[in-house]
């Protein structure tokens, strides 16, 4: 034993460093067996392993075994040499194989031969269940210690046993990395499909078409508005319901980052590339292969980095900052603007074969004051989304409110609404927000219209759109019901509702 115990040592520490250096299992289990044959002269080694579903057990990884051979190596349990220690989950040793009637010699590799030859049979046990055996063959010496080498075979079983525990759990947080994944995109998808988007106005409609139209191609979209109007949401929508939907969607807001830095974003750079540079970076062109590069605010870029977009609009490739390497770039293109392009061309601001090359595919985001008949439908839909975040029953808006809400002018458009009906519910203290609720550029406004502009008859209507408004939300938009609760009759009520502009679908 004292003249083995040096070559045992190096053993355990080369199949130590084996399954530290790759996470690869079939790998791994190569280099013991290889090692098992260098060091103890073990040849022949099979790593088995149990399928509970079928109770069959293969040899998933084998040295000195051609594929045939391995194939041919299947047993169930109970069966053969291999079956048995499966079976009771004890070491077995064959002195000589030709000499048990328990040797199957079913891989066909072992030829006739004089000399003696020794198996070993070890179990590979996860967690107190045999799930395999570990086996190789021995040509016999005069004197072998059968009991010193099962020992070992016993000790690195175990260390195979924690490696295939490593690799199932490795794999267990694969699949759910991978299927959180799948979830995570498919929630974006529903997300930001078209019809999540707020609006039933004719210029939103005409948006819904536009983007319908051109999702499916892979065209540079140039998404022109205000600040505020919901560029980033048409550049979600085409990006989810394209064929590059299960890609990276890759968003740039070029006015939050200096020029120094953007290019190095966009492009990535090599180390050494500049001061502070220690490592390579991976740019966003990089990172959205395959996927979609939005780059919000593109009026704000320089002239130097306008040329090098256009030689990634143009010919699909680019190189990292410092770097020699020209990299492909299978990315489709969005880019979002408040700025007058135009204007910016003719004051040499702008490069004028850029502008072309994004303006394939235009589409214009109206104003919210353009869109008058949104402005409920986005007020209640932020009244339920705060409303939730604040754990808050407030449940609609008041005439007066909703009167002021669409009178003003909104320069701030949908961003600036949203803001003001999270700040209303925060202050709102009952289960109806109230034009006092609203922020005060929304009162300064009411408050510079001319006093008594509202006739007693018009407060009347007011107050009688109002009823109606809170009786058909309470029937869920269905007439006939809110008619009964008001005491009127449909055709009165259907008259009404006319007459008021009211919506009830949008009720409901």
Known sequence: MASRLPKEVELLSDISKALAESLDLELTLESILRLLEEHMRLRRGTINILDPDTETISI???????????????????????????????????????????????????????????????????????????????????????????????????????????????????????????????????????????????????IYRLIEQVAESNATVLIRGESGTGKDLVAHAIHYNSLRASKPFIKVNCTALPETLLESELFGHEKGAFTGATERKIGRFERAQGGTVFLDEIGDFSMQLQVKLLRVIQFKEFERLGGTDTIKANVRIIVATHKDL???????????????????????????????????????????KYARENNKAINR???????????????????????????????????????????????????DEPRGAMSFTEIMQNKERELIIDALKRASGQQRKAA??????????????RKYGIYPRHLS
């Open 60 to 206: 998933r990884v084998a040295h000195g075994l051609s594929e045939t051979s391995k194939k041919l190596g299947t047993y169930r349990i109970g069966e053969g040499i291999t079956g048995l220690v499966v079976q009771t989950g004890k070491e077995v040793v064959v002195p000589d194989i030709n000499k048990d009637p328990r040797f199957l010699h079913r891989t066909g590799t072992r030829a006739a031969s004089n000399k003696r030859t020794s198996f070993y049979c070890v179990p590979i046990k996860l967690d107190g269940r045999t799930i395999g055996a570990f086996s190789a063959d021995k040509e016999a010496g005069r004197v072998d210690d059968f009991e010193a080498i099962l020992q070992m075979l016993n000790i690195i079983s175990t260390m195979i046993g924690q490696a295939v525990k490593q690799h199932r759990l490795i794999e267990s947080d694969r699949r759910q990395l991978h299927d959180e994944n799948l979830r995570l995109r498919q929630e974006l998808k529903a997300k930001f499909n078209v019809t999540n988007i707020i609006g039933k106005s004719n210029a939103m409609q005409q």
């Open 484 to 497: 009964k609760d008001l005491g009127l009759t449909e055709r009165i009520l259907g008259y009404k509702i």
């Open 397 to 447: 808006i008041s005439t007066p409110a909703i009167n002021m809400l669409t009178s003003y002018h909104w320069p701030g458009n949908v961003r600036e609404l949203e803001n003001a009906i999270e700040r209303a519910v925060l202050v709102c203290d009952s289960d109806v927000i109230r034009s006092e609720h609203l922020p005060p550029s929304l009162q300064m406004a009411r408050r």
């Open 342 to 384: 135009e204007e910016e061309i003719k004051n040499r601001l702008f490069r004028e074969d850029l502008y072309y090359r994004i303006n394939v595919f235009p589409i214009f985001m109206p104003p919210l004051r353009e869109r008058k008949d949104d402005i409920i439908l986005l007020a209640d839909h932020f009244l339920e």
